[in-house]
């Protein structure tokens, strides 16, 4: 039996390498959390080990990892580590039982290397191939011992028609009975050895389906595109992802299936120098920045390709700059201003320095209120969590109300308020804290862009499973052109900015968040120098 353990040692050996081949192309550019929805439900093993021996992955330990030995001196990894790929079979101290290991030497741009490696038991394996062996056997003896008694007996016509049952039998899955005559023992064992083979061999396909249909189920779950083609670009196997990058229809060939020269030219390259390309691109038709990679699998003569659709990470990244760069000129001006007039307060006479005071106060409430918005903008990102509670609409009026009071009543502020509630005590399963959020960023709007005595109308109607919500002012009001914008972070219209009215340009931004985040939609009317109306739905 070592000839047989050592012919199946290599054959594990083969089969590790090109899972780890395949999870190394799979993994590239994705985050330990995806790792978990792409071989969570996998048969084979697959951990991730760094330098030091430290468990950064384990596909059957997921979130245990830090309770797992050190890796360090594991037979495989220490020989992946020194000459790229390493295999060994040992008993699993965590799975308590004997496992075939293959590690391979995973290097990424910045130098920082670690080991793949791949596992699957060896004992139920072994023990399939005994028995898979011990069966093929007895069968190949038994069918010798048949053509033995079938020459001896001249080919008997009733033996040809007995395997003719046999095989009828076996094809349609149904159990035989015309051989079991006198004399024909021997024929009912065989037929039992090769109904139980048929059985036997069944069930490994049935397992190898299965173990293909997961395969599939996580390449298609995947969101970039995957393509595997040999070496006349011909398709081999391709998910559905990204699928506006593709013609329509059954085409064989990669290059005529793809829709873009740019991705044309990083493919062709590829398959022509047989090395790995990586390069980004940008689709100027589509608006859209990919990553295509296209990896030469030697061991199969194909071509592995993965395209990626990385926009939202440039646009986030842009995202971050603007934010910066606009926080930045948003605090300077007010800390400039209250510098400025500190500085003058010393020597002005004293009936400018009440008027100095009063420019050093309207500036740190403007420093108060930026640093708000950039806070209610952080909670609304590090926190999806909704709060519903009854509560009844007057206690949020109220906390409106206190919060802008100066506001309301430094500009005459006429605010009315029209419930068409269910409940006669003016409850609402509302996020109270959300609610409030969004209702005093509206109404501050309403008397903040305004050049009369603000007159605002909050609507309150309850439908069947939410709460549509409308505010409407007497503002400046803005044009259409700016309505897409108005919802953008920093965004001020332009007569806000040119009358120099205070504001980060958030508050609008901070509504639709919240709204959003709360399960609702927002739509915005207006017309300049009339007002405008935002009406929302929250869900109960």
Known sequence: MGKISEVYGDAAKRALREDALMVKE????????????????????FTLIDENGNILYDSERYTKEDEMANHRNREEVKEAFETGEGFSIRKSKTLRQNMAYYGLLNENVEGEKTVIRTSIGYDEEIKDLRALLGTQILFFVILNFAIYICYKNYLKRDLFKKIENMREALESGDEIKTIYAKGDIWLVKFWK???????????????????????????KAVDMSIVLVNEESRIIMKNDALGYLYVNG???????????????????KGIKTKETIKEEIFISTLKKYLLVTIKYLEFKKEFLITIKDITRSRELGEIQKNFITNVSHELKTPLTNIKGYLIALEDAPSE??????????????????????????????????INLAPVPFERVRDEIEKILSEKIKKSNAIINYDFQLRDENNYMNIDFEKTVTILKNLIENGITYNNKIPNILVTLKEEDDKYRISVKDNGIGFSEQEKDNIFERFYRIDKARTSNIAGTGLGLSIVKETINLCGGKIEVTSLENIGSEFTFTLLK
Do not use: A, H, P
Request: proline share 0%; no cysteine.
């Open 26 to 45: 799979l993994t590239d550019g994705y985050e330990k959390s995806n790792f978990q929805d792409m071989f969570g439900k996998v048969k084979k093993r």
């Open 193 to 219: 050895v090769v109904r139980d083979w048929q059985k036997e061999n069944l069930r490994n396909i049935e397992r190898l389906n299965e173990e293909k249909t997961r395969l599939k189920r996580i390449i």
């Open 250 to 268: 059954k085409i064989d060939y990669f290059y005529k299936k793809v829709k873009y020269i740019e991705i044309l030219n990083i493919i062709n």
């Open 352 to 385: 400018l320095q009440k008027n100095f005071l009063e420019i050093i106060k309207n500036n740190v409430e403007k420093l108060e209120n930026i640093t708000m918005d950039f806070l209610n903008i952080s909670k609304i990102e590090s926190s999806k969590i």
